[in-house]
C-alpha cells in the first residue's frame, strides 16, 4: 500500500468501493493483521505491528464491521472490560462504564443481556465499549451499516459528539447521508491506495472517484458533474 | 541395525499399519472437515467395533473380512443416530459443548465396554492369522496386506462418493458454507449425521481388518485414534489426501521408532510428533491455515 | 468484603460436619468428593471462567501427587514442604504448557487436544520411569504425625481439604470482583474484541492456567497423603481428567460455588449406583458421562446456571418494572 501520511482532522471518513482495503487498512493500524511492507506512525513513534492490546492501551481503539459484543455479559458488563483497561477498581471502572452508556443512550439498558439489543444498540455499545478505553483516536468501521435511517439521523449526534471530547475519528462508511454530514475532509480509498481527498462534495464529483466505483468510463458516461 | 534387511521389513509394515491408521484418520477427517469438531468418541467406538467384530466371530462364526459386510452398516447407522439424535441436539450448535459431549459418550461407550466385557484382553484365531506372503527380501502378514489393499479401495470409494453422488455433493456444499448450504435447501442435521455415520463406518471396517492381526479391549481404540488425532492433524484437519499421506508416515515413523527405542517408549514418539506438529504448523502439511 | 459472606457461610456449615457425622464411610465420601470439587475449582478457573476447556487436567494432579510422594519417599523431605513444592511443581508445569501453547494460538479443540496429550504423554512416562516407580508406583510409608501431614482421624483430613476448598473459593470470588476476572470472562467470550479493548489476552490464560494448575495440583498432593500411593494410572489418568472438568460442568461453569456443588452431585450419584448395582469397574464413569451429556443438554449452564435463570424467569413474570417483550427489545 502506497505511504501515506495523514493530519487527522478531527472526524475523517475513509470512503472507497468494495474491496478497496478498508478495513485491511483499519486491522493494520489496529495490530490485527501484519502489515507486508511499509509502517504505521503514531504520536512520532514507529507503531507497526505492535499487538492490539498494547495499541489500545496507547490509545487507539476500533470497533468493528461485524458487531461482537461479550454476549454472556450485560450491557454494563461489556462497557466494563474497556474501562478497567485505564481504571483497576472495580468500583471506578463501574462509574465510568455508567457515565459512557448514559452518553452513547443506553442508559436504560445496562442491566440488561448484551444480545438483547436490537443492531441499533448494539452498534452504541460497541462504540461505549470503545469509549471507555480512553482513546486518542477511534476507527469505527461501517458502524452505521444495517441501520435505517432514522437509526442513522439519531446515532450521527453521538459520533459527533465525540469529537468535541477531542478524539479523533478515522470512519469507514458507505452511508453517504452521514459521511457528507459529518465530515469535513474525506479520503477515497481503493485497490489499496488513496485516489482522492477533500471535502465532500468535491470528493464525490471527481471523475477518478466516480470511475472507481462505477468502472471505467462511467465518468464520462455520467457527464463530470455528478451527485446533487 | 541399520542394514536393509532390518529396515525394509520395518518400513514395509510401517506402511501396511499405517493404511489401517488411514482408515481411522479418514473418518476423523471427514468428521472434522464437515462438522468442524474433533471427535472425541472415535477412539471408543474403534474399540466397540473391535469387539463387534469379535463377537460377529465368535458367536455368528463370521470371518472378519465377511463380517465387514454386516458391519460396517451397523455402524454407519449407529453413527448417524449419535449424531442425529444425540450430538447434534444435545449441543445446541456450540463447539465447545459439542467437544464435551463427543467426550461425554466415549466415556460412556468405553467404559460400557469395561463394565461389561472387563478388561481382559481377547484375541481371535482365523485360520490365516499366522500367513505370510514372500515380497523377496521379507516375508508380510496376509492379513496386513489385505488391509493396506482395503483402506486404499475404502479411501478411493469415498472419493468416488463425495465426487458423484448428490450427498457427496451435499456433504462438500456443507463443509464448505454451510448458512449457503442451508439456504440451498439442503438439510444440514441430516448431513452432519451421514458424515458421522462414513467416518464411524470407516473405524467398522478398520476394526475389521485390524481384528485378525491385532487384539480386543476396551481401550485400545484410545490407543489407535490417539495416534489417527495426530495423523490428521499432521496431514491437516479435514484434508483426505493429508490423512492418506500422514498415515503412511505416521505407520513408518511408529516402526522405525518401535524398533529404535522399543515399544512404549515409541509411542511417546508419536505424541511428542503430535505436541510438536500442534505447536509449530497446526494447519499441518495439506491443511488450509487454521 | 461483604460478598465473603455466603462463603464463610458455607465453609462454616462444612466444617461442623465432622463433629456430628463419625461415620468413617460417610467421612471418607465427603473427604473424596471435597479433593474433587478441588479439582474441578482448578479447572474452573481456566475453563469455566476463561472458556478454555482443558481435557488434560490430570497432568497437573498427577504432577502434585508424585512430587510429594517422591520427594518424601526418595529424599526424606518433610510432608508439609513435599505439600508445597507439589503445588509449586503444578503451577511451573502450567506456565511451561501455558506459554507454549497459548503462543502458537491453540484453541477450542486443538487445545483440549494438547492438553489431553500432554496428560498422555506423562503417564506413560510415569508408567516407565524409574523416578515415579514404573509400573509399581510409589508408596508413601505409613508413619502417623502431624509432621508427616498423616492423621489417624478422617476429621483431620477433612479440615485439611475442606481448608484447601476453602482457599480456592475465596480466590474464585476474588477473581470474580476483580480486573482480572472481568478480562478473563471477556477472553471466553470473545477474544478479538477483548483485544482491541486492551485486554493482553495471552497473559491473561497463562495467568489462568498457572492458577488453575496449581489448585489442580494441590488436589493431587492432597491424594498422595490421604491414599499413601500414587500410580501412572492414578496420577495421569482420565478417570481424573474427567472429574475435573465434569464437576463445575454440572455445577455451573464460571461461578464459585458450582464445581463445589458439582463435585457432590456427581459423587453421591456414583455412590448410588454403587449400592443399587455393585462395585464393578467403570459403572461410575458410565453414569458421569451419561450425566455430562445430559446436563449439556438441558441445562448448560450447570445446576446453578439453572437455578439462576429460573429465578430470572420468576422475576421477569412477577415483577412490575418488568418491560414487556417489545420494550425489551428497542435499542
Not at chain 3, 151 to 168: D, H, K, M, N, T
Amino acid at each position: 500500500m502506497k505511504h501515506h501520511s495523514q493530519p487527522l482532522k478531527d472526524i475523517s471518513p475513509l470512503i472507497g468501493p468494495n474491496g478497496a482495503g478498508k478495513t485491511t487498512l483499519f486491522s493494520i493500524i489496529s495490530g490485527f493483521i501484519k502489515a507486508s511492507g511499509g509502517a504505521v506512525r503514531y504520536a512520532g513513534e514507529d507503531i507497526t505491528g505492535e499487538p492490539p492490546h498494547r495499541l489500545a492501551r496507547r490509545g487507539i481503539a476500533r470497533t468493528f464491521q461485524i458487531v461482537q459484543p461479550f454476549v454472556g455479559l450485560s450491557v454494563r458488563e461489556n462497557i466494563l472490560v474497556g474501562a478497567h483497561l485505564h481504571h483497576r477498581t472495580r468500583s471506578a471502572a463501574l462509574a465510568v462504564a455508567d457515565q459512557i452508556g448514559h452518553d452513547v443512550g443506553l442508559g436504560e439498558f445496562l442491566n440488561r443481556p448484551a444480545d438483547t439489543l436490537t443492531v441499533a444498540g448494539r452498534k452504541r455499545l460497541e462504540l461505549a465499549r470503545a469509549l471507555a478505553t480512553g482513546p486518542k483516536v477511534l476507527l469505527l468501521d461501517e458502524v452505521l451499516a444495517g441501520l435505517n435511517p432514522s437509526e442513522v439521523r439519531d446515532i450521527v449526534p453521538v459520533i459527533r459528539d465525540l469529537c468535541r471530547r477531542g478524539i479523533t475519528i478515522l470512519m469507514i462508511e458507505h452511508v453517504m447521508q452521514a459521511v457528507m454530514s459529518l465530515a469535513e475532509h474525506v479520503f477515497v480509498l481503493a485497490e489499496g491506495r488513496i485516489i482522492a481527498q477533500g471535502p465532500p462534495a468535491q470528493v464525490v464529483a471527481d471523475p477518478v472517484v466516480v470511475e472507481a466505483y462505477l468502472g471505467h468510463g462511467a465518468a464520462a458516461k455520467l457527464g463530470t458533474s455528478y451527485g446533487r | 541395525m541399520l542394514s536393509p534387511t532390518i529396515l525394509i521389513p520395518a518400513i514395509l509394515n510401517g506402511l501396511l499399519i499405517g493404511a489401517i491408521y488411514a482408515l481411522v484418520a479418514l473418518g476423523l477427517t471427514l468428521i472434522y472437515g464437515v462438522l468442524h469438531i474433533i471427535n472425541f468418541a472415535h477412539g471408543a467406538l474403534l474399540s466397540a467395533a473391535l469387539f463387534a467384530a469379535f463377537f460377529a466371530f465368535r458367536l455368528l462364526g463370521l470371518d472378519p473380512y465377511v463380517a465387514v459386510v454386516l458391519l460396517a452398516p451397523l455402524f454407519f447407522a449407529l453413527g448417524y443416530g449419535l449424531q442425529r439424535f444425540i450430538i447434534g441436539p444435545a449441543s445446541h450448535g456450540d463447539e465447545r459443548n459439542m467437544l464435551l459431549v463427543t467426550l461425554g459418550i466415549a466415556v460412556i461407550i468405553e467404559n460400557t465396554l469395561l463394565y461389561v466385557f472387563r478388561a481382559d484382553t481377547r484375541t481371535i484365531d482365523v485360520p490365516y492369522a499366522f500367513q505370510t506372503i514372500d515380497v523377496g527380501s521379507t516375508f508380510l502378514a496376509v492379513s496386513r496386506v489385505v488391509g493396506f489393499v482395503a483402506a486404499f479401495a475404502v479411501a478411493l470409494a469415498l472419493w468416488l462418493v463425495m465426487t458423484f453422488t448428490d450427498t457427496g455433493r451435499a456433504i462438500r456444499a456443507v463443509a464448505k458454507e454451510k448458512l449457503g448450504a442451508e439456504l440451498a435447501g439442503i438439510n444440514v442435521a441430516h448431513v452432519y449425521a451421514v458424515t458421522f455415520g462414513l467416518g464411524t463406518a470407516c473405524v467398522a471396517i478398520a476394526a475389521c481388518l485390524l481384528i485378525p492381526s491385532y487384539y480386543v479391549n476396551p481401550t485400545v481404540g484410545d490407543a489407535f485414534v490417539l495416534v489417527a488425532f495426530t495423523i490428521v492433524v499432521l496431514g491437516g484437519m479435514g484434508s483426505v489426501p493429508g490423512a492418506l499421506v500422514g498415515a503412511l508416515l505416521i505407520g513408518v515413523a511408529e516402526s522405525l521408532s518401535g524398533l529404535f527405542l522399543g515399544e512404549s517408549l515409541g509411542q511417546i514418539g508419536i505424541f511428542l510428533i503430535f505436541i510438536v506438529v500442534l505447536l509449530v504448523r497446526p494447519s499441518g502439511l495439506f491443511g488450509a491455515r487454521a | 468484603m461483604k460478598a465473603l459472606i455466603p462463603t464463610a457461610a458455607v465453609l462454616a456449615v462444612l466444617a461442623a460436619v465432622p463433629l456430628v457425622v463419625h461415620s468413617n464411610v460417610t467421612l471418607n465420601f465427603l473427604v473424596v468428593a471435597l479433593m474433587i470439587a478441588l479439582a474441578g475449582q482448578g479447572w474452573n478457573i481456566l475453563g469455566g471462567y476463561g472458556g478454555q476447556y482443558s481435557f488434560g487436567h490430570a497432568a497437573f494432579f498427577g504432577t502434585g501427587a508424585y512430587v510429594t510422594a517422591s520427594l518424601q519417599v526418595r529424599y526424606g523431605i518433610n510432608a508439609w514442604i513435599g505439600f508445597a513444592a507439589g503445588i509449586a511443581a503444578g503451577a511451573v508445569l502450567g506456565a511451561v504448557l501455558g506459554a507454549l501453547t497459548f503462543r502458537s494460538g491453540l484453541r477450542g479443540s486443538y487445545f483440549a487436544l494438547v492438553t489431553l496429550a500432554f496428560a498422555e504423554v506423562l503417564r506413560i512416562i510415569a508408567s516407565v520411569a524409574p523416578i515415579t516407580g514404573a509400573g509399581v508406583g510409589t508408596l508413601i510409608k505409613l508413619d502417623l504425625g502431624i509432621r508427616n501431614l498423616q492423621f489417624q482421624s478422617r476429621a483431620a483430613f477433612y479440615w485439611i481439604i475442606l481448608a484447601l476448598v476453602g482457599v480456592s473459593l475465596v480466590t474464585a470470588q476474588l477473581i470474580e470482583r476483580s480486573r482480572f476476572g472481568i478480562w478473563l470472562i471477556a477472553v471466553r467470550e470473545n477474544e478479538d474484541a477483548a483485544k482491541a479493548l486492551g485486554v493482553n489476552v495471552n497473559g491473561v490464560k497463562l495467568a489462568a492456567m498457572v492458577m488453575s494448575a496449581a489448585i489442580t495440583a494441590a488436589a493431587g498432593c492432597f491424594y498422595a497423603q490421604y491414599f499413601l500411593f500414587v500410580d501412572s494410572g492414578i496420577a495421569y489418568g482420565t478417570w481424573i481428567s474427567i472429574q475435573a472438568l465434569l464437576t463445575p460442568i454440572i455445577g455451573g461453569v464460571g461461578t464459585v460455588f458450582g464445581p463445589l456443588l458439582g463435585a457432590l452431585v456427581v459423587k453421591s450419584l456414583g455412590e448410588a449406583a454403587k449400592l443399587l448395582t455393585g462395585d464393578a469397574p467403570g459403572l461410575d464413569l458410565i453414569i458421569y458421562g451419561a450425566v455430562l451429556v445430559l446436563v449439556i443438554w438441558f441445562t448448560p449452564r450447570g445446576l446453578i446456571g439453572g437455578l439462576t435463570q429460573a429465578r430470572k424467569l420468576l422475576m421477569r413474570r412477577s415483577g412490575p418494572a418488568a418491560p414487556s417483550a417489545g420494550e425489551a427489545r428497542h435499542g
